[in-house]
């Protein structure tokens, strides 16, 4: 006949094991509440007198009216907006084609197809142009990666905000909706570059004094 075996919660070993201590402090917190008097109000009010002060003190407060959309509210300077597609100052594009912004997209909202730049029909400086540019703003979660991907700052985000509609399809911006208007001196491509022999002229070299080229790469103003 073999021995009893002791129970695992014994106590006749002088040291206490540790999960009997920790069951031991465990019982001691669960009825300390039991053991201490009852909790003090905070306030000498009733109950729902003290739920209606929050009331009434709100009824005084400064009453904030938006009178959007006759006034149109003003967005913090960095605010995440629609985007906008820009252009160098001879009006040509600054999208190359990359796709890196689609790939940097976690909601997947962007769709770009390269297309070949020609000697007759120039869009961009260099060898490739956004043919077909595409975000869809029923995916868009205006996180901003997609700007942050753009090599040549082609990508910004606008402070537009008023992109709701009723047409899914309207949603999806095109390429003619997202490019940046053209300001004086700008040329509408397709067309010549206007700035440099090459496309390093545009993105590399500083530009030549009352050209109006800029530096991109690098640029984070
Ligand atoms: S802002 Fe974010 S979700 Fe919207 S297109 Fe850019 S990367 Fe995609
Ligand atoms: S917007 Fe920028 S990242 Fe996107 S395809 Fe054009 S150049 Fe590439």
């Known amino acids: 006949m073999s021995e009893p075996t002791p129970p695992a919660t ?3 070993s002088g040291a206490e094991p540790a999960r009997r201590e920790g069951t031991a402090i465990a019982r001691q917190s669960s009825a300390a509440p039991a053991t201490t008097a009852p909790g003090k109000r905070s306030s000498w009010l009733p109950g729902p007198a003290q739920g209606f002060g929050v009331t009434f003190a709100t009824m005084f407060k400064k009453v904030t009216t938006e009178s959007y959309p006759e006034v149109p509210k003003q967005t913090k300077p960095r605010y995440h907006g629609r985007h906008v597609l820009n252009r160098h100052p001879d009006g040509l594009e600054k999208c190359v084609g990359c796709e890196l912004c689609a790939w940097a997209c976690p909601a997947d909202a962007i769709y770009v197809e390269g297309g070949d730049n020609t000697e007759d029909a120039r869009f961009s400086p260099g060898e490739r142009y956004g043919a077909v540019y595409q975000i869809n703003y029923l995916r868009c979660i205006f996180c901003g990666l997609c700007i942050e991907a753009c090599p040549t700052r082609s990508l910004t985000m606008s402070n537009d905000f008023e ?25 509408q491509p397709p067309h010549p570059m206007r700035l440099g022999e090459d496309e390093q002229d545009y993105y590399v070299r500083a530009p030549q004094p009352g050209s109006g080229a800029e530096p991109v790469i690098g640029e984070r103003a």
């Open 163 to 187: 992109l709701a509609d009723d047409d899914r399809q309207a949603l999806i911006y095109t390429k003619e909706q997202l490019m940046a208007p053209l300001l004086p001196g700008m040329e």
């Open 10 to 12: 014994g106590t006749t």
